[in-house]
C-alpha cells in the first residue's frame, strides 16, 4: 500500500447536535493543518449524510448544510457498522451520542480495527460484561503485534479535563491509588457554589436550580442532574480503571436530591414548579453546615482500599479546595501512595 495511503485518517461522526456540532467546527478549525483527515460520515437521529466515494469526502467547512439538504434517513446500528466494511484503513468513529446501542457496537468496532473516540458513558460505566469486552478489544501497546482499534473517552469523566489521563498514568508507572474523590458534575458545582457559597449567602434551592436551568446547565428535566446518576456513572469509570470489578451504579449508594414526592411527576416544567415546596429540606442541610463553620457539596468518592463507592452530600471545611470551586467547575483529587495525604488535583471548567 502507498505510503500516503498508509497516513490517511477516514472519521464518522455519529451525533451531530451540540457537542458533535461542537466536535466538528474544532475539527474544521484544524483541518488546514492535517489534510490527511477525511470526513466520511456525519449521522443525526433524524438523517444522514455519507460520502459517495472515499477519494470525495465531505466539506469540513459545508457539512452542516449539506446534513440539512440531505434526503438520506437516519443509519441503524447494523447500518453503522456495515459502513466500515466498505471503508480503507484507519476508521475513527466519533460517537457523541449517550446511547447505549452505539456503545454496544464498540467491540465489534475495535476488533475490526475502527477506532473509537466518545463522551458517551454507557459504555464504560454500564454492565461490567460490556466494559471487559470493550477493554479486551481495543488495542493495547503491551501485547505486540496487536491488530485493533484504538480506543479513547477522556470527555466521559471530567468533560475537557485530563482526569482519565491523569489516573492511567499514575497506574501505568506504578503508583498505587488509594482514594478519588471530587465534585464530578458541573451541574451540582454550579448549584451548590450558588446555594451554599463560602461567604453564607446563596439563594434558595429551588431558586438556585431554576437559574441553572435556565442559564443551560442542567438537562432539560433537571432530575436527570439531581439524581445523582451522572457522578456515579463517573465513579464507576474511574473504580474500574483501578482494577475494581463495579458491577454497575446499583452497587454503591447514591444519594437522589429529588424530593420522593415529584420523583414521579410527568415533566420537568411541573417539576420545577413544585419544588419550592421542598426548599426546607435543603435549607436545613445548608444550616446544618454552617453551624459547623462549614459549606456542603455534592460529591462522589472511591475508596480503592476498601472498595467502596459512595455519591451524594458531604460537609467541608470552608479552607478545603472543593469547598472553594468557582462558577461550575469540576475538582478530582487523587490520594496515592506517591502523592500521600497532599492529593494530585485536577480543577478546572466542568
Not at 104 to 113: A, K, T
Not at 185 to 201: I, Q
Not at 296 to 311: E, N, P, Q
Request: glycine share 8%.
Amino acid at each position: 500500500m502507498p505510503r500516503e495511503e498508509l497516513n490517511q485518517i477516514y472519521i464518522a461522526v455519529v451525533g451531530a447536535g451540540g457537542v458533535g456540532r461542537h466536535f466538528l467546527n474544532q475539527l474544521a478549525a484544524i483541518a488546514p493543518k492535517y489534510p490527511n483527515i477525511h470526513l466520511l460520515l456525519v449521522a443525526r437521529s433524524t438523517k444522514s449524510l455519507a460520502a459517495p466515494d472515499h477519494t470525495k469526502p465531505l466539506s469540513f467547512q459545508t457539512w452542516e448544510a449539506d446534513l440539512e439538504k440531505s434526503t438520506a434517513p437516519a443509519l441503524d446500528n447494523d447500518q453503522i457498522a456495515n459502513f466500515f466494511y466498505k471503508t480503507p484503513r484507519h476508521c475513527v468513529i466519533v460517537d457523541n451520542t449517550s446511547n447505549q446501542d452505539v456503545a454496544d457496537l464498540y467491540p465489534q468496532f475495535l476488533y475490526s480495527e475502527v477506532s473509537v473516540v466518545t463522551p458517551n458513558k454507557k459504555g464504560f460505566s454500564g454492565y461490567l460484561g460490556l466494559w471487559k469486552r470493550i477493554e479486551d478489544a481495543a488495542f493495547h501497546h503491551l501485547y505486540p503485534g496487536q491488530v485493533r482499534g484504538l480506543l479513547y473517552h477522556e470527555s466521559s469523566v471530567g468533560a475537557g479535563l485530563p482526569v482519565i489521563s491523569t489516573l492511567k498514568d499514575l497506574i501505568d508507572t506504578g503508583d498505587k491509588v488509594q482514594k478519588i474523590e471530587g465534585v464530578f458534575s458541573g451541574t451540582m458545582s454550579f448549584l451548590f457554589n450558588n446555594f451554599a457559597p463560602v461567604d453564607g449567602k446563596g439563594g434558595k434551592w429551588s431558586a438556585e436550580v431554576a437559574k441553572a436551568k435556565e442559564a443551560g446547565y442542567t438537562e432539560p428535566d433537571p432530575r436527570d442532574d439531581l439524581n445523582g446518576v451522572d457522578v456515579a456513572r463517573k465513579l464507576v469509570i474511574l473504580a474500574r480503571i483501578c482494577g475494581l470489578e463495579i458491577e454497575s451504579t446499583d452497587s454503591f449508594p447514591v444519594q437522589s436530591l429529588i424530593p420522593v414526592e415529584l420523583e414521579s411527576v410527568k415533566s420537568g416544567d411541573k417539576f420545577m414548579e413544585k419544588l419550592p415546596q421542598y426548599d426546607s429540606s435543603m435549607e436545613e442541610v445548608k444550616n446544618e453546615a454552617v453551624k459547623e463553620g462549614k459549606v456542603v457539596r455534592f460529591v462522589g468518592s472511591i475508596d480503592v482500599g476498601k472498595k467502596a463507592l459512595k455519591v451524594g452530600l458531604e460537609k467541608f471545611d470552608k479552607g478545603h479546595p472543593i469547598a472553594g470551586l468557582k462558577g461550575s467547575d469540576n475538582i478530582i483529587s487523587f490520594y496515592t501512595e506517591r502523592y500521600g495525604a497532599n492529593p494530585l488535583i485536577v480543577q478546572g471548567a466542568g
